[in-house]
């Protein structure tokens, strides 16, 4: 649950501009190579030269992987509120206020109907800018509403994970969407319907131990963080430093947890081939 | 029995301390009406301490050392029970126990996390931090009470799942993950009771039933009020306010439904009294078992899916 930490640096695109005046520029943090906005457009948010994935948000991946204009957006209005009236440096309910209006998103999690080549899918999206793309009551809901879509119109269900975990503000109602998801993906398992779960950077925590890593198959973006415990907790638990590429989704496919590191520029065919194979 | 004492019973002992050195001299000097006046003060200031812990205070007593654990339940409640070991796929994770066992009449499948009570069993015990085998471990044990048609009782004590290295590589996640989706379906009754410390994911993951119950003195919630603490306020100085913040006591969570029912525990503390805790709890569990019993699996799956379908709160 380090999301916290993490959020503050690379969040979106936009963090790296720092000396670069008119923010159409981008240094990848990877490589240093400096990348016009348009460059990296065009190469679906991947560095030109070592291929790094920036990190983006629901809206850049409805365009990459989704059909042009075949997106609806659903349950869009839901809001989170306060129920532990919850306050550390500031009110959760504030917290949330200025998210909002900053990231002009309503939570972590955007969530539809689209088609990827033609397939119609239900489509879930999370936001690592809102709040580390931590998982509240709203995530969970929006889920699992997505889910009874998937199920109403029987179509395969797609999530993209991107998130530091479960949302600390909200206690133990944030734990319980890690059952209230996973249950509700038992339903569309016994429907025989596909759920195809994409695990971006970073996915730790609970998202990781709920719905992301119970696809009928995992995906990882290339050099994605992918895991449970934090690397910081992890090193400090054993006192040592971490081996290279530790919890990378190479790591992770390595290890037998994903079934495939794919280039977000390979994606979208990727999943649409896998549907055609299994329907 | 306590030799622990935490820093808001200091109060009583020094009392207590002083009450006994007065009976030692009242054969002596007539003083029996101010020993009565002492021991009412006692009375009254014990009184006043545990009907009005605050949420870290209840962490502390969640986590006495000499707080009943798992297998001290199973001895206290139990019969004929026949521990099983391992996930029979990577080894024996000796942070959770489980096997079978009768509860009077009733046979069934209780399995809990399990902590040490000095440095050498913390070790072997892990701290009661469990390793992906232990969720797997438990999983098979489920499976198995399902597959013999028994009930399942869990019993959560954990400070989290296990944040090492080899966890990692062996699928912490996936192994929490997949307990969940396989909970939801089990097709016997599961009840689920937090003893101690219920942290987390780690604690969720042998945490999900049909009737989820707490006992008055544990904790439960999405992190430790330490390391929130150290998350938001930068700081570990903050874990009375991240308790408070948190809502993490059996009474805040029956009021956000998570829990279904608050076990009493025997007045100051579960820890004060082994025997007496373990007989209240023997007999919610065999009152929940009775009415979990009548209901056929499906109804039972459905109610369970609905149930935690239902979790959460939010604005539309
Ligand atoms: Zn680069």
Not at chain 1, 224 to 247: C, D, H, S, W
Not at chain 2, 82 to 111: C, P, S, T
Not at chain 2, 121 to 135: D, I, Q, T
Not at chain 2, 232 to 253: G, N, P, V
Request: glycine share 8%.
């Amino acid at each position: 649950m380090a999301w916290f930490k993490r959020s503050k640096q690379n969040i979106h695109p936009n963090s790296e501009k720092s000396d670069l005046p008119d923010g159409l520029w981008e240094k990848c943090p990877s490589c240093s190579e400096i990348l016009h906005k348009k460059q990296l457009e065009n190469n679906f948010w991947s560095c030109v030269k070592c291929e790094h994935h920036f990190r983006i948000g629901s809206q850049e991946y409805i365009k990459l992987l989704l059909d042009e204009n075949s997106f609806t957006e659903i349950n869009k209005k839901i809001r989170s509120g306060d129920p532990l009236l919850f306050i550390d440096s500031k009110k959760y309910s504030q917290r949330i206020d200025e998210t909002i209006k900053k990231t002009q998103l309503n939570d972590a999690i955007k969530t539809g109907v689209g088609k990827i080549n033609g397939i119609e899918v239900a489509f879930g999206c999370m936001d690592f800018s809102f709040i580390g793309g931590s998982m509240g009551s709203v995530v969970g809901e929006k889920i699992s509403r997505l889910i009874d879509k998937s199920l109403k119109h029987k179509i395969p269900l797609i999530i993209i994970s991107a998130s530091g975990g479960a949302r600390m503000m909200e206690g133990a109602l944030s734990l319980m969407q890690l059952a209230k998801t996973s249950v509700k993906l038992t339903l569309l398992a016994e429907e025989k319907i596909p759920y195809i779960s994409i695990l971006t950077d970073p996915t730790t925590g609970g998202t990781t131990a709920s719905f992301a890593m119970l696809g009928d198959i995992n995906i990882g973006e290339p050099k994605a963080l992918i895991g449970f415990a934090g690397p910081r907790v992890i090193k400090q638990t054993i006192g040592k430093n971490l081996p290279e590429g530790f919890q990378t989704s190479e790591f992770v496919l390595e290890h037998g947890f994903l079934d495939k590191v794919v280039a977000r520029k390979e994606m979208k065919n990727f999943i649409s081939t896998f549907i055609n194979l299994v329907s | 029995m306590a030799k622990t004492i935490l820093d808001f019973e200091k109060p009583i002992i020094e009392l207590e301390e002083k009450l006994s050195e007065m009976k030692k001299l009242s054969d002596n000097l007539n003083i029996d009406n101010e020993i009565k006046i002492i021991e009412e003060k006692v009375q009254h200031l014990k009184e006043n301490i545990y009907k009005n812990l605050t949420r870290w205070q209840r962490v502390q007593l969640a986590r006495h050392p000499e707080r009943p654990y798992t297998l001290d339940y199973i001895y206290l409640m139990t019969q004929d029970f026949i521990e099983l070991h391992g996930d029979r796929n990577f080894k024996d994770d000796k942070a959770v126990v489980g096997g079978f066992a009768k509860i009077d009449e009733y046979k069934v499948m209780i399995i809990g996390q399990q902590k040490g009570r000095d440095t050498k069993s913390n070790l072997h015990r892990n701290f009661g931090m469990m390793n992906p085998e232990g969720y797997r471990k438990a999983l098979r044990l489920m499976k198995l009470a399902e597959k013999f048609n028994k009930p399942v009782i869990t019993l959560l004590d954990t400070p989290g799942a296990y944040p090492g290295l080899e966890a990692e590589e062996r699928g912490q996640a996936e192994a929490i993950a997949r307990n969940l989706f396989e909970m939801a379906k089990l097709k016997v009754p599961i009840i689920v009771v937090i003893i101690g410390e219920g942290a987390s994911g780690g604690a969720l993951g042998i945490g999900l039933g049909d009737r989820i119950l707490m006992l008055e003195n544990s904790w439960y919630s999405v992190i430790s009020p330490e390391s929130c603490s150290s998350i938001l306020w930068r700081s570990w100085e903050f874990k009375e306010q991240a308790a408070e913040a948190l809502k993490l006591t059996a009474e805040d969570l029956i009021k956000l439904k998570i829990i279904d029912r608050i076990v009493q525990e025997p007045f100051g503390g579960a820890h004060k009294d082994h025997n007496a805790m373990a007989l209240i709890l023997k007999n919610v569990i065999k009152e929940e078992l009775s009415l979990l019993i009548k209901t056929k699996p499906e109804k039972l799956i459905q109610n369970r899916v609905k149930k935690f379908s239902e979790l959460g709160v939010y604005e539309e």
